[in-house]
């Protein structure tokens, strides 16, 4: 969540009004956040939303034309913040270990931000543009990454279409991993080992490619 900058006397520095509005809205997304992820959908209005925030309701109205577009909206900036994160935890090493370096930063993100998996798996219904735009988002991003590799030689064999069903895959299967492993009892856990080396495995070695077959007798 958004920390407040401050000067080294603890007090908030001095913003130009580019800057406090910027700082206004990142407030009113956090707000928003905290209690779509505690209320859901239905119950964040727009008085709680303000209220978390320390923002007055007219302040909102600066920012947003409704509550809706705040709604609509929510889902999207999280998807952003979601690939920067991960991004960061990302290294340079071959296609294999980065795609296992995103699946764990997936998991460590989703422990910093408890609240989404309630605000994703609400949205197809109380924000249904915002969830599309989110899974178009998250998917190019991804495609991209892919892209890349499949140009650096790290992977080959694959069309672009092909990479857009993986993509939907691999994140099908953050999904249901997180449900099953990671949210339990309101709380959010480190997700076991084994499924991060059983993922690893799928990764690097493949289901059904077993040592010393012949791949023209897989098909």
Do not use: C
């Not at 959908?41 to 303000?50: G, M, N, Q």
């Not at 309630?118 to 915002?130: H, K, M, Q, V």
């Not at 069309?159 to 993986?166: G, P, R, V």
């Amino acid at each position: 969540m958004t920390e407040a900058p401050e000067t080294t006397a603890g007090k908030l520095t001095k913003l130009n009004r580019a800057e406090r509005n910027a700082w206004t809205k990142r407030r009113i997304f956090d707000a928003a956040t905290r209690i779509v992820g505690k209320y859901g959908y239905a119950e964040a209005s727009v008085a709680r939303i303000t209220e978390q925030a320390g923002v007055a309701q007219g302040t909102f109205y600066n920012h947003f034309e409704n509550r809706q577009e705040l709604l609509d909206q929510l889902l999207p900036k999280i998807g952003r913040d979601m690939v920067r994160f991960i991004h960061e935890r990302t290294g340079t090493a071959d296609a294999a270990r980065q795609e296992i370096e995103r699946f764990g930063a997936f998991f460590d993100f989703i422990r910093e931000v408890p609240e989404f998996l309630r605000i994703l798996n609400e949205a197809e219904f109380f924000a249904p543009s915002g969830y599309q735009k989110h899974l178009d988002n998250i998917s190019t991003a991804y495609v991209r990454i892919l892209k890349r590799a499949r140009h650096a030689g790290m992977i080959d064999d694959f069309s672009d279409a092909e990479f857009e069903a993986i993509v939907h895959i691999l994140m099908g299967a953050r999904g249901y991993l997180s449900r099953r492993y990671s949210y339990a009892d309101g709380a959010v856990t480190a997700v076991p080992d084994h499924v991060v080396s059983a993922y690893r495995k799928l990764m690097t070695r493949g289901l059904f490619n077993s040592p010393g077959k012949d791949k023209d007798h897989e098909r």
